[in-house]
Protein backbone atom coordinates (compact mmCIF):
# COMPACT_ATOMS: atom_id res chain seq x y z
CA UNK A 1 0.00 0.00 0.00
CA UNK A 2 2.78 2.14 0.78
CA UNK A 3 4.54 1.56 -2.37
CA UNK A 4 1.48 2.70 -4.41
CA UNK A 5 0.94 5.81 -2.65
CA UNK A 6 4.69 6.81 -3.57
CA UNK A 7 4.13 5.40 -7.42
CA UNK A 8 1.38 7.65 -7.10
CA UNK A 9 2.73 10.61 -5.66
CA UNK A 10 5.85 10.58 -8.16
CA UNK A 11 3.41 10.43 -11.04
CA UNK A 12 1.67 13.40 -9.51
CA UNK A 13 5.03 15.30 -9.08
CA UNK A 14 6.03 14.34 -12.70
CA UNK A 15 2.93 15.43 -14.35
CA UNK A 16 3.48 18.82 -12.61
CA UNK A 17 7.25 19.21 -13.86
CA UNK A 18 5.98 18.37 -17.20
CA UNK A 19 3.28 20.96 -17.35
CA UNK A 20 5.83 23.80 -16.27
CA UNK A 21 8.10 22.81 -18.94
CA UNK A 22 5.25 21.89 -21.19
CA UNK A 23 4.09 25.80 -20.58
CA UNK A 24 7.19 27.31 -20.62
CA UNK A 25 7.97 24.99 -24.03
CA UNK A 26 3.77 26.79 -25.40
CA UNK A 27 5.14 30.20 -24.62
CA UNK A 28 8.43 30.10 -26.51
CA UNK A 29 6.98 28.65 -29.51
CA UNK A 30 4.28 31.24 -29.60
CA UNK A 31 6.69 34.00 -29.32
CA UNK A 32 9.56 32.75 -31.77
CA UNK A 33 6.80 31.14 -34.72
CA UNK A 34 4.97 34.90 -34.67
CA UNK A 35 7.76 37.10 -33.62
CA UNK A 36 10.87 35.58 -35.60
CA UNK A 37 9.10 36.31 -39.04
CA UNK A 38 8.17 39.58 -38.01
CA UNK A 39 11.67 40.52 -37.44
CA UNK A 40 12.86 39.15 -40.76
CA UNK A 41 10.17 41.12 -42.60
CA UNK A 42 11.18 44.53 -40.74
CA UNK A 43 14.81 44.13 -41.20
CA UNK A 44 16.92 43.00 -37.48
CA UNK A 45 19.11 46.15 -38.41
CA UNK A 46 16.31 48.04 -38.75
CA UNK A 47 14.16 46.37 -35.86
CA UNK A 48 16.53 46.70 -33.17
CA UNK A 49 18.40 49.65 -34.51
CA UNK A 50 16.10 51.78 -35.54
CA UNK A 51 15.54 54.65 -33.48
CA UNK A 52 11.65 56.08 -34.31
CA UNK A 53 8.59 54.08 -33.69
CA UNK A 54 6.12 54.99 -35.80
CA UNK A 55 3.08 52.70 -36.55
CA UNK A 56 1.16 54.19 -38.96
CA UNK A 57 4.06 54.81 -41.00
CA UNK A 58 5.00 51.19 -40.63
CA UNK A 59 8.42 52.14 -39.15
CA UNK A 60 8.59 50.03 -36.46
CA UNK A 61 12.54 50.38 -34.43
CA UNK A 62 12.22 49.54 -31.02
CA UNK A 63 15.99 50.94 -29.83
CA UNK A 64 14.58 53.68 -27.79
CA UNK A 65 12.22 51.05 -25.55
CA UNK A 66 15.78 49.20 -25.47
CA UNK A 67 17.92 51.94 -24.38
CA UNK A 68 14.56 53.07 -21.98
CA UNK A 69 14.23 49.46 -20.64
CA UNK A 70 17.89 48.97 -19.66
CA UNK A 71 18.07 52.85 -18.38
CA UNK A 72 15.29 52.45 -16.05
CA UNK A 73 16.45 48.79 -14.82
CA UNK A 74 19.85 49.79 -14.07
CA UNK A 75 18.56 52.78 -12.25
CA UNK A 76 16.85 50.93 -10.10
CA UNK A 77 19.69 48.65 -9.09
CA UNK A 78 21.68 51.28 -8.16
CA UNK A 79 18.85 52.68 -6.02
CA UNK A 80 17.78 49.37 -4.28
CA UNK A 81 20.69 46.83 -4.57
CA UNK A 82 22.33 48.71 -2.30
CA UNK A 83 19.70 49.12 0.60
CA UNK A 84 18.15 45.94 -0.04
CA UNK A 85 21.56 44.27 0.81
CA UNK A 86 22.59 46.29 3.73
CA UNK A 87 18.87 45.72 4.94
CA UNK A 88 19.41 42.31 4.36
CA UNK A 89 22.72 42.05 6.48
CA UNK A 90 21.02 44.07 9.56
CA UNK A 91 18.22 41.79 9.84
CA UNK A 92 19.90 38.52 9.50
CA UNK A 93 23.01 39.96 11.63
CA UNK A 94 22.48 42.72 13.60
CA UNK A 95 18.95 43.30 14.29
CA UNK A 96 17.20 42.92 17.75
CA UNK A 97 15.01 40.50 18.04
CA UNK A 98 12.26 42.96 19.25
CA UNK A 99 12.85 45.32 15.95
CA UNK A 100 13.07 42.28 13.61
CA UNK A 101 9.61 41.11 14.94
CA UNK A 102 8.14 44.39 13.40
CA UNK A 103 10.67 44.84 10.63
CA UNK A 104 10.01 40.84 8.79
CA UNK A 105 6.47 41.44 8.21
CA UNK A 106 6.84 45.11 6.91
CA UNK A 107 9.37 43.54 4.44
CA UNK A 108 7.06 40.61 3.37
CA UNK A 109 4.08 43.09 3.15
CA UNK A 110 5.81 45.15 0.90
CA UNK A 111 6.39 42.22 -1.02
CA UNK A 112 2.22 41.81 -1.18
CA UNK A 113 1.26 45.27 -2.62
CA UNK A 114 0.44 45.50 -5.83
CA UNK A 115 1.59 47.17 -8.72
CA UNK A 116 -0.86 49.33 -9.80
CA UNK A 117 -0.59 50.57 -5.82
CA UNK A 118 2.69 51.38 -6.22
CA UNK A 119 2.18 53.30 -9.43
CA UNK A 120 -0.80 55.00 -7.49
CA UNK A 121 2.00 56.13 -4.90
CA UNK A 122 4.73 57.06 -7.59
CA UNK A 123 1.88 59.28 -9.51
CA UNK A 124 0.57 61.03 -6.36
CA UNK A 125 3.78 61.53 -4.32
CA UNK A 126 6.94 61.02 -6.15
CA UNK A 127 5.86 62.06 -9.96
CA UNK A 128 5.26 65.92 -8.09
CA UNK A 129 8.24 65.36 -5.22
CA UNK A 130 10.22 64.96 -8.66
CA UNK A 131 8.48 68.06 -10.65
CA UNK A 132 9.10 70.31 -7.85
CA UNK A 133 12.48 69.57 -6.49
CA UNK A 134 14.16 68.78 -9.95
CA UNK A 135 11.90 70.34 -12.23
CA UNK A 136 10.59 68.74 -15.37
CA UNK A 137 7.37 67.41 -15.40
CA UNK A 138 8.25 64.98 -12.80
CA UNK A 139 6.68 61.48 -14.96
CA UNK A 140 10.30 60.88 -15.83
CA UNK A 141 13.56 57.80 -16.24
CA UNK A 142 14.73 59.38 -12.57
CA UNK A 143 10.93 58.54 -10.83
CA UNK A 144 10.54 55.41 -12.52
CA UNK A 145 14.35 54.12 -11.20
CA UNK A 146 13.36 55.18 -7.92
CA UNK A 147 9.98 53.60 -7.83
CA UNK A 148 11.53 50.22 -9.26
CA UNK A 149 13.97 50.41 -6.47
CA UNK A 150 11.47 50.51 -4.50
CA UNK A 151 9.92 47.91 -5.79
CA UNK A 152 12.43 45.29 -5.90
CA UNK A 153 13.66 45.44 -1.75
CA UNK A 154 11.30 42.78 -0.90
CA UNK A 155 13.07 40.36 -3.52
CA UNK A 156 16.13 41.55 -2.53
CA UNK A 157 15.92 41.43 1.13
CA UNK A 158 14.11 38.18 1.36
CA UNK A 159 16.67 35.87 -0.87
CA UNK A 160 19.72 37.69 0.58
CA UNK A 161 18.41 37.01 4.23
CA UNK A 162 17.89 33.50 3.83
CA UNK A 163 21.36 33.38 1.99
CA UNK A 164 22.86 35.25 5.07
CA UNK A 165 21.34 32.64 7.48
CA UNK A 166 22.42 29.89 5.56
CA UNK A 167 26.13 30.60 6.49
CA UNK A 168 27.01 27.81 9.21
CA UNK A 169 27.71 29.66 13.01
CA UNK A 170 31.08 28.52 12.82
CA UNK A 171 32.59 30.64 10.24
CA UNK A 172 31.39 33.42 12.35
CA UNK A 173 32.32 32.06 15.61
CA UNK A 174 36.12 30.88 13.93
CA UNK A 175 36.20 34.78 13.31
CA UNK A 176 35.58 35.86 16.29
CA UNK A 177 37.53 33.44 18.31
CA UNK A 178 40.68 34.91 15.16
CA UNK A 179 39.94 38.03 17.30
CA UNK A 180 37.83 39.92 14.37
CA UNK A 181 34.97 41.73 15.88
CA UNK A 182 31.31 41.49 15.28
CA UNK A 183 30.97 44.19 12.04
CA UNK A 184 34.61 42.33 10.59
CA UNK A 185 33.26 38.92 11.22
CA UNK A 186 30.24 39.44 10.08
CA UNK A 187 31.08 41.28 6.22
CA UNK A 188 34.75 39.48 6.19
CA UNK A 189 33.36 35.83 6.53
CA UNK A 190 29.73 35.62 6.49
CA UNK A 191 28.56 38.03 3.73
CA UNK A 192 31.38 36.50 1.00
CA UNK A 193 30.40 32.73 2.23
CA UNK A 194 26.71 34.01 1.03
CA UNK A 195 27.64 35.63 -2.04
CA UNK A 196 25.96 33.38 -4.33
CA UNK A 197 22.57 33.50 -2.62
CA UNK A 198 23.26 37.60 -2.59
CA UNK A 199 23.76 37.27 -6.24
CA UNK A 200 20.45 34.97 -7.10
CA UNK A 201 18.77 38.05 -5.17
CA UNK A 202 20.56 40.52 -7.17
CA UNK A 203 19.58 38.90 -10.60
CA UNK A 204 16.11 38.16 -9.61
CA UNK A 205 15.69 41.69 -8.68
CA UNK A 206 16.72 42.59 -12.30
CA UNK A 207 14.39 40.43 -13.56
CA UNK A 208 11.38 41.89 -11.66
CA UNK A 209 12.43 45.63 -12.58
CA UNK A 210 12.99 44.79 -16.54
CA UNK A 211 9.99 43.32 -16.52
CA UNK A 212 7.53 45.34 -14.53
CA UNK A 213 4.57 47.63 -16.60
CA UNK A 214 2.23 48.74 -14.56
CA UNK A 215 4.54 51.08 -12.68
CA UNK A 216 6.42 52.40 -15.57
CA UNK A 217 3.21 53.32 -17.21
CA UNK A 218 2.10 55.30 -14.74
CA UNK A 219 5.43 56.90 -13.70
CA UNK A 220 7.88 56.87 -16.70
CA UNK A 221 6.30 59.69 -19.09
CA UNK A 222 5.63 57.51 -22.08
CA UNK A 223 7.80 58.77 -24.74
CA UNK A 224 8.81 56.82 -27.65
CA UNK A 225 11.81 58.63 -27.88
CA UNK A 226 15.45 57.73 -27.66
CA UNK A 227 16.35 58.78 -23.40
CA UNK A 228 17.10 62.37 -22.97
CA UNK A 229 18.63 62.28 -19.62
CA UNK A 230 17.27 61.80 -16.17
CA UNK A 231 14.30 64.11 -15.68
CA UNK A 232 12.63 63.22 -19.49
CA UNK A 233 9.98 60.79 -20.20
CA UNK A 234 11.00 56.89 -21.29
CA UNK A 235 9.02 54.10 -22.52
CA UNK A 236 9.95 50.49 -22.07
CA UNK A 237 9.69 47.29 -23.90
CA UNK A 238 6.86 45.95 -21.63
CA UNK A 239 5.10 49.54 -21.48
CA UNK A 240 5.24 49.86 -25.26
CA UNK A 241 3.44 46.14 -25.98
CA UNK A 242 1.21 46.92 -23.11
CA UNK A 243 0.13 50.74 -24.35
CA UNK A 244 -0.34 49.64 -27.92
CA UNK A 245 -1.55 46.02 -27.77
CA UNK A 246 -5.03 46.87 -27.10
CA UNK A 247 -5.48 48.41 -30.56
CA UNK A 248 -2.72 46.94 -32.31
CA UNK A 249 -3.46 44.71 -35.92
CA UNK A 250 -1.64 43.28 -38.60
CA UNK A 251 1.58 44.81 -39.14
CA UNK A 252 1.86 46.30 -35.65
CA UNK A 253 0.30 43.56 -33.19
CA UNK A 254 3.50 41.11 -35.25
CA UNK A 255 5.97 44.19 -34.47
CA UNK A 256 4.89 44.10 -31.04
CA UNK A 257 4.80 39.97 -30.33
CA UNK A 258 8.63 40.59 -31.72
CA UNK A 259 9.42 43.40 -29.27
CA UNK A 260 8.04 40.77 -26.69
CA UNK A 261 10.51 38.49 -28.42
CA UNK A 262 13.38 40.63 -28.03
CA UNK A 263 12.25 40.97 -24.04
CA UNK A 264 11.91 37.09 -23.52
CA UNK A 265 15.81 37.16 -24.50
CA UNK A 266 16.60 39.63 -22.55
CA UNK A 267 15.63 37.72 -19.67
CA UNK A 268 16.85 34.66 -21.12
CA UNK A 269 20.50 36.39 -20.98
CA UNK A 270 19.96 37.66 -17.15
CA UNK A 271 19.56 34.32 -16.58
CA UNK A 272 22.33 32.25 -18.20
CA UNK A 273 24.55 35.15 -16.81
CA UNK A 274 23.63 34.00 -13.66
CA UNK A 275 23.80 30.83 -13.87
CA UNK A 276 27.34 31.22 -15.52
CA UNK A 277 28.56 33.43 -12.34
CA UNK A 278 26.97 30.92 -9.48
CA UNK A 279 29.20 28.79 -11.23
CA UNK A 280 32.14 31.03 -10.73
CA UNK A 281 31.29 31.19 -7.48
CA UNK A 282 31.10 27.77 -6.45
CA UNK A 283 34.28 26.82 -8.54
CA UNK A 284 35.72 29.23 -6.16
Known sequence: MKDSKERIMQFVFLAAACASIALVAMICIFLFANGLPTIGKLGVTDFLLGQKWRPNNDIYGI???IMGSIYVTLGAVITGVPIGILTAIFMAR??????YKVLKPAVELLAGIPSVIYGFFGLVVMVPFIRDTFGGT??????????????ILPTLISVAEAALRAVPDSYYEGALALGAGHVRSVFFTVVPDAK???????ILGVGRAIGE?????MVAGNQARMPQGLLEGVRTMTTNIVIEMGYAADLHRDALIATAVVLFIFIMIINLTFSYLKGKVVQQ
Open 138 to 151: GSSMLTASLLLGMM
Open 213 to 217: TMVVI
Open 196 to 202: SGIMAAI
Open 94 to 99: FCPPSI
Open 63 to 65: LPM
